[in-house]
């Protein structure tokens, strides 16, 4: 009944029946309307908006916001469809979603809120859509939940009709980006905010000049660049628009942008571009640190490391998640490093070699260590390529025995 209800009544049709609701209910409640207003901007201009205390069922959670829109994209992926905060099943999962999103913080957040009540307000439409407060309210909704209907009211300011989606845009990351509460929405989250900006027909510098008070817009640009960069990873692994498997990697992505950077200045071919990146992505996937990372660009720079790097490539290929997984489980279970890891160690220990080049004594010694480690129970020691190796070894120590 409800879905039926839906498709016969638009967005905006619905905000504008709530708003009727909103309406009547301050003229039927006049203490609703608090002795305080709350400013904020709206093209260029300050303005200070009336505060009410509303119930929550006049009010709705806001998809959009940006502190939750990795998470947001999480679930519609998994329900197969945009959610609809006025549907209530709806939004039973969207305050699911919002009490889970950093437990200890709800928990704090739910202390504060029965200690002290609420203490700044939150922002809303005029038809009751929350752009400022979601996290407060799914607080407050779950303490009424829980049997304290005293929590029931959630002060907002109410704005005007007509505020465009770039004003609220606005608005919203204004508050929540241009202050120490940017640490709230975590960097995927404040990536996808910008992006949204952008869509929504801004310029990298207006967004520079709203959310930072200057006009190089520089910092954003580099923020879009490492969300593109981070979309393709994702598309890499078979993991297309879920942005949540990319947090607690965002500093990754940073660094290899710089090295891809570099390596285009440095005159890199477009092939060679394509192998860093997919090699860096297949890295970052295999669990490498990001200090590890950073050895890329010394590895790139000498040839010979370079083109056992190369080698990675043979591993370092698009492919579906449950495959991707099933290799990086597989190695795991036997205590050892995927092939493009171990490749890209091996590569590491050669930069390490020619920068250890006029102390022999010193690779000497470096070079028992790995040997004197080798198992000869190993079942590898009797392959093709492990023999190979040891006949080249044997050379070598043949031709420095030579020098004496």
Not at 102 to 117: A, C, F, M, V
Not at 237 to 243: D, L, M, N, S, T
């Amino acid at each position: 009944m409800w879905r039926g209800y839906i498709r016969r009544m638009s967005e905006s049709e619905f905000e504008k029946e709530n708003a009727k609701k909103i309406e009547d209910y301050v003229q039927t409640h006049p203490d609703c309307k608090l002795n305080k207003t709350h400013s904020v901007i709206i093209k260029g201009q300050s303005y200070d908006i009336q505060v009410y205390k509303l119930p929550l069922e006049l009010l709705f959670f806001n998809i959009k916001n940006g502190r939750f829109a990795a998470e947001y994209l999480e679930l519609k992926e998994k329900i197969g469809r945009e959610l609809h905060p006025e549907n209530p099943d709806d939004a039973k999962m969207i305050q699911k979603m919002l009490i889970e999103l950093d437990p200890k913080h709800t928990l704090e957040l739910g202390s504060n809120i029965r200690k002290y009540g609420q203490r700044d307000p939150g922002i809303c439409t005029y038809g009751g859509f929350v752009h400022n407060g979601n996290r407060r309210m799914a607080v407050m909704q779950t303490i009424v939940e829980e049997g304290d209907i005293k929590f029931n009211f959630l002060e907002v300011a109410i704005l005007q009709p007509g505020v465009e989606p770039v004003d609220l845009w606005l608005i919203e990351a204004g508050i929540q980006l241009a202050k120490p509460t940017q640490l709230d929405y975590g960097p995927i989250n404040t990536l996808i905010k910008f992006k949204e900006g952008i869509d929504l027909g801004l310029s990298p510098q207006q967004i520079a000049k709203n959310l930072f008070g200057f006009s190089d817009e520089k910092q954003v640009l580099e923020k879009l660049e490492i969300l593109k960069m981070i979309t393709k990873y994702l598309k890499f692994i078979g993991e297309q628009g879920h942005y949540k498997k990319a947090d607690g990697i965002v500093e990754h992505f940073i660094d290899l942008s710089k090295i891809l950077t570099a390596e285009k200045r440095s005159g890199a071919s477009t092939d060679e571009l394509l192998a860093y990146q997919n090699i860096g992505f297949q890295l970052i996937f295999d669990g490498i640190t990001q200090r590890e990372l950073r050895q890329l660009k010394k590895i790139i720079s000498e040839e010979k490391s370079k083109q056992q790097l190369f080698k990675a490539l043979e591993h370092s290929k698009p492919e579906p998640a449950e495959k991707k997984l099933a290799k990086k489980l597989e190695a795991d279970e036997n205590d050892s490093f995927t092939p493009a890891r171990t490749i890209f160690n091996e590569a590491n220990d050669t930069v390490k070699a020619i920068k250890d080049s006029s102390q022999p004594l010193t690779n000497l010694e470096r070079a028992f260590t790995n040997l004197d480690t080798i198992d000869e129970r190993n079942e590898t020691v009797t392959n093709t390529e492990f023999q190979s190796l040891l006949g080249r070894i044997e050379k070598i120590v043949q031709k420095l025995k030579k020098c004496f």
